[in-house]
């Protein structure tokens, strides 16, 4: 008896060990699992571009946290890249097909470029200091602007700002979503000149030029430095209606694509055909005034 009590004993003893060894076990692959889904769920996200700043996930494992360490690394340095890149060629550039997306390719797209008048003479005028501030609160205005019309600001130069739509992501109304952009843009400047006045910075009165048409947009630049923008005729046209409206006392100057494109949906002065420095054809010029249906539009204050 006193044998079968012991192997009793060390049958008990040997089944609670095991029982023990199997609860651990499963405990510690729920911890392994839970920080492996935080961890995915983690890589989703900034596969997503949602980078903004959060704790690193930490674990007594020494390679998870690694890992963890690694991702945190990984999503700040891509949410410093899309400062300095249009957010949309970022998510596309770190997606798996990402070679091919950013591939030049000819494609209709609508081009807007601004400038701000006298921009010289304000920079004359005013500290370095409240210039950078006064930019910085235009540039802001403007680029949410573009956003919520479904534009890309491709570039900053100086004061101007290169927005386009169709690409990178496809828009079916890009020329009406131009408009409305330009329109918008034209009201937030007057009312942050407004703001301006009353807190003694100057005043910014900017100028538009609109155009639509085909272009070769995608990566540009040397090997081991690339630019995402478009090239062609389309973007200089752009850029010259903008630098018309000095001539004609307008703010947004559109050409006839534009007006032709968007039918009846905005109201327009036509200015005839007017020649454009280095094109040999003439382009039919018209300003845009407003949306059809609103009161009050005007764009000539420039």
Not at 23 to 50: C, Q
Not at 261 to 278: I, M, S, W, Y
Request: hydrophobic letters at 40%; proline letters at 3%.
């Amino acid at each position: 008896m006193p044998r079968h009590r012991l192997l009793l004993h060390n049958l008990l003893i040997a089944g609670a060990l095991l029982a023990a060894g199997v609860a651990a076990s499963v405990l510690l692959s729920r911890m392994v699992s839970r920080s492996l889904n935080r961890l995915a769920d983690e890589a989703r996200r900034i596969g997503d571009l949602d980078v903004g700043e959060k704790a690193v996930s930490h674990s007594w494992i020494t390679e998870i946290n690694t890992l963890a360490t690694a991702l945190a690394a990984s999503r700040h340095a891509i949410g410093q890249f899309a400062l300095y890149v249009p957010r949309e060629v970022v998510r596309r550039i770190v997606s798996p097909e990402g070679r091919t997306v950013v591939k030049a390719t000819r494609q209709d797209v609508t081009v807007l470029f601004t400038d701000i008048r006298d921009f010289t003479a304000i920079s004359e005028q005013h500290s370095p200091e409240d210039v950078v501030d006064t930019l910085s609160a235009y540039f802001e205005l403007l680029n949410t602007i573009a956003e919520r019309n479904g534009g890309t600001v491709v570039q900053y130069l100086g004061d101007s700002i290169f927005v386009m739509w169709n690409a990178p992501v496809q828009d079916d109304r890009h020329a009406e979503n131009g408009c409305r952009c330009a329109l918008a843009m034209k009201a937030a400047v007057d009312g942050l000149n407004e703001e301006n006045s009353r807190n003694g910075r100057p005043a910014l009165f900017t100028r538009f030029g609109l155009h639509t048409g085909p272009a070769v947009v995608g990566s540009f630049g040397a090997i081991s430095r690339q630019q995402y923008t478009a090239m062609g005729d389309t973007i200089n046209v752009a850029s010259r209606l903008e630098g018309l409206n000095k001539d004609f006392g307008t703010s947004i100057l559109v050409s006839a694509a534009i007006h032709d494109a968007v039918g009846d949906g905005f109201e327009f002065r036509p200015l005839g055909l007017v020649q454009v420095k280095g094109r040999a054809e003439k382009v039919d010029l018209w300003e845009l005034v407003g949306e059809s249906g609103d009161q009050g539009n005007s764009s000539r204050s420039a």
